[in-house]
């Protein structure tokens, strides 16, 4: 009893117990002294050994276990009948603890007692006694009359051995101690127990805390399962060192649903700071037994809790750690590394056994990623969850690659976030490989190039993590994608090989046999191809010292063969091919000439082979022109290309040769008469030296061309050239860039050398030719467009070699050349209008043979429009051709080309002569480099300031004109629509002959990245600012002065449709710029806030430095809304508008959205004319006014009230107005575009009610109400919309109002039928309002139906039966909702005549009458009745309608 009031105090005072522990401590060393030496049964006379060896047991010393003789429930029974007939009991009982007590001081004894007994194997007991016995202490405590002072005596021991190391005496006593007090048959004061065993683990170390807690579920009876749970939730709380222990408990017990969701949500909070070791068994506790309803909330809750970046950071600090120690603690790091790094990998073990055995796991968790809005709430987690269910779960594979095909456009999952998880959990990824590669594979068939892109980032991570296995692995598929000929993943792959190859080319040279094979594979592959796949042979061959001379051999091989074909695409590819190996071999031996000098032989060896390789190609090219003008030109993009990094030895050659030939082919000296025949007498022209001494030179372009042209037809100018290379002007300009490439890596970038020939004239004829060419011959005429072509083209390679000069006579000259550009355009044009089915010479080399050379005949000629009748006949086959077209492409994608060419045809249009447009001819013009709109840093020079100012400072004013601006920004909005703009989000090209075509013209551009093209860009938005400040101006100024009278007397026609054009492509610069999908990654987000502060600058100069960027985005917002009233039409209106919601995406906030909808409606409501008064109309103006249109309707706040706005006042003024009128209110809405308006409302409308959610029988009355209204609103406008078709009849708004009437009524089924079901009863006038006014909209789309079935018109009828169909079923779903409220005696029977669109009755069939009855109905009465004979109604099925439907009509 003493030692039971002891322990008592000690559970009451914890410090009192540890107190004490020093002494107990040194009781137990005291006591290892009498521990028995030698093995045998106990003998002495104390009661309990007498008792014990009467009942069965003999209990030993030493290390021998305590012998058992009879059954342990005989045992038990035998030894309680002795105490309980004992003459001293109940003292005996006392007297028998106190000898167990004595007895277990003794370790070796105490140790025996707690360790099963070992039977005895006599002849007697052989079978009574089983194999296993329990200890004799657990025996013990199975007997009742023992059990409470047993197990008093083992928890005053336990503290014996709170510091006792494991392995001292051989036994974990602590653990022994509390093993018997597992699974007894009978706990007479179970609660009591486990309090002290609590109580105990509150004082007691943590190894015996863990032993404890984890055998308590074993311990506990059924009814205290709940409170212990919850005492050691809380205990989770205040001590996470218990974590493990203290969840695998409750992993063991059976708990109801709350308190599970208690326990799991104490152990989620915990998430975040528990020890890495420890994570592994928290989630996987959190994940056992979720519900499926739970499953969701309980993933989210997890997913947010759980980052990843706690278990990076252990890895980087011992990382870091172990540089700073010796090498045997390294060791110790690494090891400790590693065991980290296994910790998880145990963790995604977890996981992936929960998703694999855990029914609704996987689907929960790519639910809890989806509903994931913000970019920056998605983790490395994410993504390796999603790759682990991929690998995992079969069945979940499409879902996971829609989810990321969904998220990876939006930025949620980045590349940074790919780049993190293979950096930081390899080791985990790595098991995922094959799923890695199935949706890399998958990724690159994708149209959206992110997801492509992402595609391609996985493929190269996966190549630098991971083994040789996999590097085998990721080669063959992107060898498997080249040879496939698809050209998006041809050019992707290549890229990333292109990478790897620059990146890691020793890893990738051991799989250069795949590499190799491509070769097979040529055919299919385009010339930027070529040149990207003998890039990537060429640095495999030659990047080490033991060259790999089996790839040189083979690629030597392949060359030679390529070159000596006549056929033309061979030899191209032969050329492009060797050039690049030449520039890989060039590089190769610059490095080397700069690591080692002793490797001289070696590099002599290189340069010999690379003499001899370019001679072959030149000697292979010396008969074909278009092959030596390819050959140039790849010579000259090797240059370019590596900067610098060409061996001296190369340069010189390669320039030797080209001056040499450039002089002696096209350059001659100016004399007064050129000797020889020509087509055209020949005339210097083009001077810009003021000079014209003998010393001038000039470009021998016709008598070169003539000769050329005439020798065509001569058998003995081939013979003469036989053996020599032939000299075509199609080299002239190939020969020159590659002059002027290598004159500038000569002399560091001085044009000194060949200046001379920016000023220099042409050998060209008199081009005074308006009205004279239609007098010419054919081949007259065709010799001068080519004349014309080859001046433009030298031009166009003048300006590109000379526009970064900062002399200002140079720049002038340059400007002076842009001047002769549009003007020989314009000559151009009206020379090929006369020359049809002419075909072009060829300008670009390194592109595939066009199948189709654009021809006169296709391009289509452009006539100054006849006045009169002829004009109005015209005018409304364009309004016919306007609706057709509106039909058709109802998305309004305008072609940017349409709005080009106003510089170029202004002057024809007036003077009546043909001409042609020459956007389709860019495959037949140079290419200009990036470098020349740094002319745009030029100001603006307009006719007006030319006037005043020609006499005194034109001379020393370098500006640029308004013509050669137009036609730089055309050619650099192209130039960022075809780099910065996804193929996949332009309109698909036609069959083949787009995707062939896509890149020509593009050859210099497509070899710069789009992070190079738009750094270009944003370096030049502050002279594009000063530019369409300008035109802002300009604009202002003449609305002023004309007193905003568009086609007043001061309005210069000529001036306006090209500064309107300069307007126009401004806009569009700043649009295609700011939409480049690249702005929204992080490497870029530097890029984007310095064009965003250009922009803002702007407003507030010098105010921008540290404005946040959503400051810099409004900023910029408001810079670019300050254009809205200057803009000169519609068009420039539309892209404004289009800008403005491009800068408001990033992010969007509500008044942005309100701004541009203000500014979507305020252009709606504005008129637009051309310069002429005549106001805009045309297809590109339909579309442009949809594509409006649809922006003002998508950003305004009410929807319904916008259509219902314009329904009821724009279109009632129109029907009102003239038959060329239009509505005052709305000025864009005439009748040519009252489809356009018309097809808007429908599909806005409809799209409108679709979002409207549908209705809950929890919802509040005034939630319900406030649906019911928005649904009347909604029915309101469409009932007004469908009865404008019987004014407005055309066959494209009957086919809009068919198409979308039958979508309405299907929401209305769908999402506001549920909602009257439940209104009914409370608000039921509303309803019948609403259900009458959409009857009337139901009985008209019933008279389009029969207005179809009469005019017998395919393209409506098509639409009719799944109308009629939607028709009848609102008949039904109306009477069931009425059923439903026990109204059906308001429905009943009526006859649906078929009427027309005016509502005048069909009498071409019988029609059956049917008494309308006397009967009043609470709701319109409705009728699934047929006409007889009628083939429109038996077929369609059914209409609803009013027995007195005649009057009513």
Same mark, same amino acid.
Request: charged share 25%; with cysteine; proline share 4%.
């Given at each position: 009893?003493?030692?039971?009031?002891?322990?008592?105090?000690?559970?009451?005072?914890?410090?009192?117990?540890?107190?004490?522990?020093?002494?107990?401590?040194?009781?137990?060393?005291?006591?290892?002294?009498?521990?028995?030496?030698?093995?045998?049964?106990?003998?002495?006379?104390?009661?309990?050994?007498?008792?014990?060896?009467?009942?069965?047991?003999?209990?030993?010393?030493?290390?021998?276990?305590?012998?058992?003789?009879?059954?342990?429930?005989?045992?038990?029974?035998?030894?309680?009948?002795?105490?309980?007939?004992?003459?001293?009991?109940?003292?005996?009982?006392?007297?028998?603890?106190?000898?167990?007590?004595?007895?277990?001081?003794?370790?070796?004894?105490?140790?025996?007692?707690?360790?099963?007994?070992?039977?005895?194997?006599?002849?007697?007991?052989?079978?009574?006694?089983?194999?296993?016995?329990?200890?004799?202490?657990?025996?013990?405590?199975?007997?009742?009359?023992?059990?409470?002072?047993?197990?008093?005596?083992?928890?005053?021991?336990?503290?014996?051995?709170?510091?006792?190391?494991?392995?001292?005496?051989?036994?974990?006593?602590?653990?022994?101690?509390?093993?018997?007090?597992?699974?007894?048959?009978?706990?007479?004061?179970?609660?009591?127990?486990?309090?002290?065993?609590?109580?105990?683990?509150?004082?007691?170390?943590?190894?015996?805390?863990?032993?404890?807690?984890?055998?308590?579920?074993?311990?506990?009876?059924?009814?205290?399962?709940?409170?212990?749970?919850?005492?050691?939730?809380?205990?989770?709380?205040?001590?996470?060192?218990?974590?493990?222990?203290?969840?695998?408990?409750?992993?063991?017990?059976?708990?109801?649903?709350?308190?599970?969701?208690?326990?799991?949500?104490?152990?989620?909070?915990?998430?975040?700071?528990?020890?890495?070791?420890?994570?592994?068994?928290?989630?996987?506790?959190?994940?056992?037994?979720?519900?499926?309803?739970?499953?969701?909330?309980?993933?989210?809750?997890?997913?947010?809790?759980?980052?990843?970046?706690?278990?990076?950071?252990?890895?980087?600090?011992?990382?870091?750690?172990?540089?700073?120690?010796?090498?045997?603690?390294?060791?110790?790091?690494?090891?400790?590394?590693?065991?980290?790094?296994?910790?998880?990998?145990?963790?995604?073990?977890?996981?992936?056994?929960?998703?694999?055995?855990?029914?609704?796991?996987?689907?929960?968790?790519?639910?809890?990623?989806?509903?994931?809005?913000?970019?920056?709430?998605?983790?490395?987690?994410?993504?390796?969850?999603?790759?682990?269910?991929?690998?995992?779960?079969?069945?979940?594979?499409?879902?996971?690659?829609?989810?990321?095909?969904?998220?990876?456009?939006?930025?949620?999952?980045?590349?940074?976030?790919?780049?993190?998880?293979?950096?930081?959990?390899?080791?985990?990824?790595?098991?995922?490989?094959?799923?890695?590669?199935?949706?890399?594979?998958?990724?690159?068939?994708?149209?959206?190039?992110?997801?492509?892109?992402?595609?391609?980032?996985?493929?190269?991570?996966?190549?630098?993590?991971?083994?040789?296995?996999?590097?085998?692995?990721?080669?063959?598929?992107?060898?498997?994608?080249?040879?496939?000929?698809?050209?998006?993943?041809?050019?992707?792959?290549?890229?990333?090989?292109?990478?790897?190859?620059?990146?890691?080319?020793?890893?990738?040279?051991?799989?250069?046999?795949?590499?190799?094979?491509?070769?097979?594979?040529?055919?299919?592959?385009?010339?930027?191809?070529?040149?990207?796949?003998?890039?990537?042979?060429?640095?495999?061959?030659?990047?080490?010292?033991?060259?790999?001379?089996?790839?040189?051999?083979?690629?030597?091989?392949?060359?030679?063969?390529?070159?000596?074909?006549?056929?033309?695409?061979?030899?191209?590819?032969?050329?492009?091919?060797?050039?690049?190996?030449?520039?890989?071999?060039?590089?190769?031996?610059?490095?080397?000439?700069?690591?080692?000098?002793?490797?001289?032989?070696?590099?002599?060896?290189?340069?010999?082979?690379?003499?001899?390789?370019?001679?072959?190609?030149?000697?292979?090219?010396?008969?074909?022109?278009?092959?030596?003008?390819?050959?140039?030109?790849?010579?000259?993009?090797?240059?370019?290309?590596?900067?610098?990094?060409?061996?001296?030895?190369?340069?010189?050659?390669?320039?030797?040769?080209?001056?040499?030939?450039?002089?002696?082919?096209?350059?001659?000296?100016?004399?007064?008469?050129?000797?020889?025949?020509?087509?055209?007498?020949?005339?210097?022209?083009?001077?810009?030296?003021?000079?014209?001494?003998?010393?001038?030179?000039?470009?021998?372009?016709?008598?070169?061309?003539?000769?050329?042209?005439?020798?065509?037809?001569?058998?003995?100018?081939?013979?003469?050239?036989?053996?020599?290379?032939?000299?075509?002007?199609?080299?002239?300009?190939?020969?020159?860039?590659?002059?002027?490439?290598?004159?500038?890596?000569?002399?560091?970038?001085?044009?000194?050398?060949?200046?001379?020939?920016?000023?220099?004239?042409?050998?060209?004829?008199?081009?005074?030719?308006?009205?004279?060419?239609?007098?010419?011959?054919?081949?007259?005429?065709?010799?001068?467009?080519?004349?014309?072509?080859?001046?433009?083209?030298?031009?166009?390679?003048?300006?590109?070699?000379?526009?970064?000069?900062?002399?200002?006579?140079?720049?002038?000259?340059?400007?002076?050349?842009?001047?002769?550009?549009?003007?020989?355009?314009?000559?151009?044009?009206?020379?090929?209008?006369?020359?049809?089915?002419?075909?072009?010479?060829?300008?670009?080399?390194?592109?595939?043979?066009?199948?189709?050379?654009?021809?006169?005949?296709?391009?289509?000629?452009?006539?100054?429009?006849?006045?009169?009748?002829?004009?109005?006949?015209?005018?409304?086959?364009?309004?016919?051709?306007?609706?057709?077209?509106?039909?058709?492409?109802?998305?309004?994608?305008?072609?940017?080309?349409?709005?080009?060419?106003?510089?170029?045809?202004?002057?024809?249009?007036?003077?009546?002569?043909?001409?042609?447009?020459?956007?389709?001819?860019?495959?037949?013009?140079?290419?200009?480099?990036?470098?020349?709109?740094?002319?745009?840093?030029?100001?603006?020079?307009?006719?007006?300031?030319? !006037?005043?100012?020609?006499?005194?400072?034109?001379?020393?004013?370098?500006? %640029?004109? $308004?013509? *050669?601006?137009? #036609? =730089? @920004?055309?050619?650099?909005?192209?130039?960022?629509?075809?780099?910065?703009?996804?193929?996949?989000?332009?309109?698909?090209?036609?069959?083949?002959?787009?995707?062939?075509?896509?890149?020509?013209?593009?050859?210099?551009?497509?070899?710069?990245?789009?992070?190079?093209?738009?750094?270009?860009?944003?370096?030049?938005?502050?002279?594009?600012?000063?530019?369409?400040?300008?035109?802002?101006?300009?604009?202002?100024?003449?609305?002023?002065?004309?007193?905003?009278?568009?086609?007043?007397?001061?309005?210069?026609?000529?001036?306006?449709?090209?500064?309107?054009?300069?307007?126009?492509?401004?806009?569009?610069?700043?649009?295609?710029?700011?939409?480049?999908?690249?702005?929204?990654?992080?490497?870029?987000? !530097?890029?984007?806030?310095?064009?965003?502060?250009?922009?803002?600058?702007? %407003?507030? $100069?010098? *105010?921008?430095? #540290? =404005? @946040?960027?959503?400051?810099?985005?409004?900023?910029?917002?408001?810079?670019?809304?300050?254009?809205?009233?200057?803009?000169?039409?519609?068009?420039?209106?539309?892209?404004?508008?289009?800008?403005?919601?491009?800068?408001?995406?990033?992010?969007?906030?509500?008044?942005?959205?309100?701004?541009?909808?203000?500014?979507?409606?305020?252009?709606?409501?504005?008129?637009?004319?051309?310069?002429?008064?005549?106001?805009?109309?045309?297809?590109?103006?339909?579309?442009?006014?949809?594509?409006?249109?649809?922006?003002?309707?998508?950003?305004?706040?009410?929807?319904?009230?916008?259509?219902?706005?314009?329904?009821?006042?724009?279109?009632?003024?129109?029907?009102?107005?003239?038959?060329?009128?239009?509505?005052?209110?709305?000025?864009?809405?005439?009748?040519?575009?009252?489809?356009?308006?018309?097809?808007?409302?429908?599909?806005?409308?409809?799209?409108?009610?679709?979002?409207?959610?549908?209705?809950?029988?929890?919802?509040?009355?005034?939630?319900?109400?406030?649906?019911?209204?928005?649904?009347?609103?909604?029915?309101?406008?469409?009932?007004?919309?469908?009865?404008?078709?019987?004014?407005?009849?055309?066959?494209?708004?009957?086919?809009?109002?068919?198409?979308?009437?039958?979508?309405?009524?299907?929401?209305?089924?769908?999402?506001?039928?549920?909602?009257?079901?439940?209104?009914?009863?409370?608000?039921?006038?509303?309803?019948?309002?609403?259900?009458?006014?959409?009857?009337?909209?139901?009985?008209?789309?019933?008279?389009?139906?029969?207005?179809?079935?009469?005019?017998?018109?395919?393209?409506?009828?098509?639409?009719?039966?799944?109308?009629?169909?939607?028709?009848?079923?609102?008949?039904?779903?109306?009477?069931?909702?009425?059923?439903?409220?026990?109204?059906?005696?308001?429905?009943?029977?009526?006859?649906?005549?078929?009427?027309?669109?005016?509502?005048?009755?069909?009498?071409?069939?019988?029609?059956?009458?049917?008494?309308?009855?006397?009967?009043?109905?609470?709701?319109?009465?409705?009728?699934?009745?047929?006409?007889?004979?009628?083939?429109?109604?038996?077929?369609?099925?059914?209409?609803?309608?009013?027995?007195?439907?005649?009057?009513?009509?």
């Amino acid at each position: 009893m003493v030692s039971k009031r002891k322990l008592s105090k000690s559970d009451a005072h914890g410090d009192s117990l540890i107190a004490e522990l020093p002494q107990t401590k040194k009781s137990r060393i005291s006591c290892m002294e009498k521990t028995s030496a030698e093995d045998g049964p106990v003998e002495n006379d104390s009661i309990f050994v007498k008792l014990i060896k009467t009942a069965g047991i003999t209990l030993n010393a030493g290390e021998r276990q305590n012998d058992i003789a009879v059954d342990q429930a005989t045992f038990q029974k035998k030894l309680c009948q002795i105490l309980r007939k004992h003459p001293f009991y109940p003292h005996v009982v006392q007297e028998f603890v106190s000898g167990l007590e004595t007895h277990i001081k003794d370790r070796d004894q105490f140790r025996n007692c707690l360790l099963p007994c070992a039977p005895v194997r006599g002849e007697v007991t052989r079978n009574l006694v089983h194999s296993y016995c329990e200890s004799l202490i657990k025996l013990l405590l199975g007997i009742e009359t023992l059990q409470p002072a047993v197990i008093t005596l083992l928890l005053e021991k336990l503290p014996e051995f709170f510091f006792d190391t494991v392995g001292t005496f051989g036994t974990n006593f602590p653990r022994l101690i509390v093993n018997q007090f597992k699974w007894l048959d009978k706990i007479l004061d179970s609660k009591d127990l486990v309090m002290k065993l609590m109580q105990m683990v509150s004082v007691s170390p943590a190894p015996i805390q863990h032993d404890i807690i984890t055998s308590l579920p074993e311990i506990l009876e059924d009814s205290q399962q709940s409170e212990f749970a919850r005492e050691v939730s809380q205990l989770l709380k205040r001590d996470t060192r218990l974590t493990v222990p203290i969840l695998d408990a409750l992993s063991n017990l059976d708990l109801d649903a709350e308190l599970l969701a208690e326990v799991r949500q104490s152990a989620m909070i915990i998430v975040p700071a528990v020890k890495l070791e420890d994570l592994p068994v928290v989630i996987k506790f959190i994940l056992h037994n979720i519900k499926a309803v739970d499953a969701v909330e309980v993933i989210s809750a997890l997913r947010k809790n759980l980052d990843l970046s706690s278990c990076i950071l252990p890895l980087q600090i011992l990382s870091s750690q172990s540089k700073l120690k010796s090498q045997p603690q390294m060791s110790s790091s690494t090891s400790q590394e590693s065991s980290s790094q296994n910790c998880v990998k145990l963790l995604f073990d977890v996981i992936k056994l929960a998703v694999r055995f855990q029914k609704g796991i996987s689907e929960a968790w790519i639910k809890a990623i989806e509903n994931t809005v913000s970019v920056s709430d998605h983790k490395v987690l994410d993504l390796i969850i999603l790759l682990l269910i991929h690998t995992t779960n079969t069945k979940s594979r499409k879902q996971i690659e829609r989810v990321l095909r969904n998220k990876i456009p939006l930025g949620c999952v980045p590349e940074q976030l790919l780049q993190s998880a293979f950096r930081n959990h390899s080791v985990v990824i790595k098991d995922f490989f094959p799923s890695i590669l199935s949706l890399a594979q998958t990724f690159l068939h994708s149209a959206d190039p992110c997801v492509v892109s992402f595609g391609s980032c996985m493929y190269k991570q996966a190549f630098s993590a991971f083994d040789s296995y996999c590097q085998q692995e990721v080669v063959s598929a992107l060898v498997t994608h080249i040879c496939g000929g698809n050209d998006a993943e041809v050019d992707i792959s290549l890229d990333v090989l292109t990478d790897l190859v620059t990146l890691h080319t020793s890893s990738l040279i051991r799989y250069a046999t795949f590499v190799k094979n491509i070769l097979d594979y040529t055919e299919k592959l385009n010339p930027q191809q070529i040149r990207k796949l003998f890039y990537i042979l060429g640095e495999l061959a030659f990047s080490q010292r033991q060259e790999d001379s089996y790839i040189q051999d083979d690629m030597h091989m392949v060359i030679r063969k390529w070159l000596s074909s006549t056929v033309p695409k061979y030899k191209q590819m032969g050329i492009i091919g060797a050039i690049t190996v030449a520039g890989s071999m060039a590089a190769k031996r610059s490095k080397e000439d700069r690591c080692s000098l002793e490797r001289t032989q070696q590099s002599e060896e290189h340069c010999r082979q690379l003499s001899i390789l370019l001679d072959l190609v030149s000697y292979c090219c010396e008969q074909s022109p278009e092959a030596l003008a390819l050959y140039y030109d790849e010579l000259a993009n090797l240059i370019e290309k590596q900067k610098g990094n060409l061996d001296s030895q190369i340069l010189e050659r390669i320039g030797k040769s080209v001056v040499e030939d450039f002089s002696n082919d096209f350059v001659v000296d100016l004399t007064p008469v050129v000797d020889g025949v020509h087509l055209f007498p020949v005339k210097s022209l083009f001077n810009l030296d003021e000079d014209e001494s003998q010393g001038t030179i000039v470009i021998n372009l016709l008598p070169l061309l003539s000769q050329n042209w005439l020798g065509k037809s001569d058998d003995e100018m081939a013979t003469r050239n036989q053996g020599k290379k032939i000299v075509s002007p199609e080299c002239l300009c190939p020969s020159f860039r590659l002059l002027r490439l290598y004159t500038t890596e000569q002399h560091n970038g001085s044009m000194e050398e060949i200046d001379a020939l920016l000023g220099c004239p042409l050998y060209l004829t008199d081009l005074e030719i308006e009205g004279k060419v239609d007098s010419l011959a054919k081949q007259e005429r065709e010799f001068l467009c080519s004349l014309l072509f080859h001046a433009l083209n030298w031009f166009r390679e003048v300006v590109n070699a000379f526009c970064q000069q900062q002399d200002l006579e140079m720049k002038g000259k340059v400007l002076t050349r842009l001047q002769n550009i549009t003007e020989l355009q314009n000559m151009l044009g009206k020379c090929l209008a006369a020359s049809p089915g002419y075909v072009l010479p060829p300008a670009i080399f390194d592109c595939e043979a066009l199948e189709a050379a654009p021809t006169v005949n296709a391009v289509g000629l452009v006539k100054k429009k006849k006045t009169g009748k002829k004009q109005k006949s015209e005018g409304s086959k364009d309004s016919s051709a306007d609706q057709s077209q509106m039909e058709e492409n109802p998305e309004g994608n305008q072609s940017e080309a349409e709005t080009t060419q106003l510089e170029k045809d202004t002057t024809e249009k007036k003077s009546g002569i043909p001409f042609v447009q020459l956007q389709s001819y860019r495959a037949f013009f140079r290419e200009l480099d990036l470098e020349v709109f740094t002319i745009l840093h030029c100001g603006l020079l307009t006719k007006s300031i030319l !006037d005043s100012e020609m006499q005194t400072e034109a001379r020393e004013i370098v500006q %640029l004109g $308004p013509a *050669e601006l137009v #036609f =730089l @920004l055309d050619d650099l909005c192209q130039k960022l629509e075809h780099i910065l703009i996804p193929p996949a989000a332009k309109r698909a090209p036609f069959l083949k002959q787009g995707k062939a075509c896509r890149n020509i013209g593009f050859s210099h551009l497509c070899q710069r990245s789009s992070q190079e093209v738009a750094q270009c860009a944003v370096e030049l938005l502050k002279p594009l600012c000063n530019h369409m400040e300008n035109m802002h101006n300009y604009f202002q100024a003449l609305i002023t002065e004309n007193k905003e009278v568009v086609d007043g007397p001061r309005v210069n026609i000529q001036e306006h449709q090209l500064l309107s054009s300069c307007y126009q492509q401004l806009l569009q610069v700043f649009r295609l710029l700011f939409a480049w999908s690249g702005f929204s990654q992080r490497e870029n987000s !530097d890029l984007l806030r310095s064009a965003l502060k250009v922009l803002a600058d702007r %407003l507030k $100069p010098g *105010e921008t430095e #540290f =404005l @946040l960027l959503e400051d810099l985005i409004s900023e910029s917002f408001h810079y670019l809304l300050n254009f809205q009233h200057s803009v000169p039409n519609f068009q420039c209106a539309l892209t404004l508008t289009q800008l403005l919601i491009v800068i408001a995406e990033k992010p969007v906030a509500s008044w942005k959205k309100d701004k541009i909808a203000s500014l979507a409606k305020q252009f709606l409501c504005q008129s637009w004319m051309h310069p002429s008064g005549m106001r805009e109309k045309g297809s590109q103006f339909s579309d442009a006014l949809h594509t409006l249109l649809c922006v003002y309707m998508e950003h305004t706040d009410n929807i319904l009230k916008a259509v219902e706005d314009i329904s009821s006042v724009g279109v009632p003024e129109l029907i009102n107005s003239a038959n060329d009128g239009y509505s005052s209110t709305y000025p864009t809405l005439t009748r040519q575009t009252f489809p356009v308006f018309f097809q808007v409302m429908m599909a806005q409308l409809e799209n409108s009610v679709r979002s409207i959610p549908v209705v809950k029988p929890s919802d509040s009355s005034e939630v319900q109400l406030e649906k019911l209204l928005h649904w009347n609103m909604a029915v309101r406008d469409f009932h007004i919309l469908v009865n404008l078709v019987k004014v407005f009849d055309s066959r494209p708004v009957l086919s809009v109002c068919l198409k979308y009437g039958r979508l309405f009524v299907e929401a209305f089924l769908k999402l506001a039928m549920p909602l009257l079901d439940y209104s009914f009863k409370k608000h039921r006038e509303d309803v019948q309002s609403l259900l009458k006014t959409l009857q009337l909209s139901t009985r008209q789309l019933h008279h389009m139906c029969g207005h179809s079935k009469i005019h017998q018109d395919l393209g409506l009828t098509n639409h009719v039966p799944l109308l009629k169909k939607s028709l009848e079923q609102f008949v039904y779903r109306v009477k069931a909702m009425l059923a439903f409220n026990h109204c059906q005696e308001a429905f009943w029977v009526g006859i649906l005549k078929n009427r027309d669109l005016q509502g005048e009755e069909i009498l071409s069939q019988d029609s059956e009458e049917n008494d309308p009855g006397e009967g009043v109905s609470q709701l319109p009465r409705e009728d699934p009745a047929e006409e007889e004979g009628d083939i429109s109604g038996s077929e369609g099925g059914s209409e609803h309608n009013d027995d007195d439907e005649e009057t009513s009509e």
